[in-house]
């Protein structure tokens, strides 16, 4: 058995650092969205997240537009990997008890 809980205790370790390098990496991406709105029939794009109880709009350029979808796309498959790690942990503390 204590085999079995050293190596449930790297696991852990090596979650805990997975989990501190993910967030590191999300604080550097935008949060929100990408409104799309069409002005006087062109369209332009704008990230869009909430700030308290306000919507606050960035406009972003076009060239800029691919650029922010792969950020944007980025920081939720980095949530969901951290749901993830996170509920991997909640089981191992319960067995490592």
């Given at each position: 058995?204590?085999?079995?809980?050293?190596?449930?205790?790297?696991e852990y370790?090596r979650?805990?650092?997975?989990r501190?390098?993910m967030?590191?990496?999300?604080?550097?991406?935008p949060?929100?969205y990408?409104?799309k709105k069409?002005?006087?029939g062109?369209?332009?794009?704008y990230?869009?997240?909430?700030?308290g109880?306000?919507?606050?709009?960035t406009f972003i350029?076009?060239k800029n537009?691919a650029?922010a979808?792969?950020?944007i796309?980025r920081?939720?498959q980095?949530?969901a990997?951290?749901?993830?790690?996170?509920?991997?942990m909640?089981?191992i503390e319960?067995?490592?008890?």
């Amino acid at each position: 058995m204590a085999i079995l809980d050293e190596v449930l205790l790297e696991e852990y370790e090596r979650m805990k650092k997975m989990r501190v390098v993910m967030k590191a990496e999300m604080d550097t991406l935008p949060k929100g969205y990408i409104s799309k709105k069409n002005i006087y029939g062109r369209q332009y794009h704008y990230l869009q997240r909430r700030e308290g109880s306000k919507i606050v709009s960035t406009f972003i350029s076009e060239k800029n537009v691919a650029e922010a979808e792969a950020q944007i796309q980025r920081r939720k498959q980095l949530k969901a990997s951290l749901a993830e790690i996170e509920e991997s942990m909640k089981k191992i503390e319960r067995v490592i008890r």
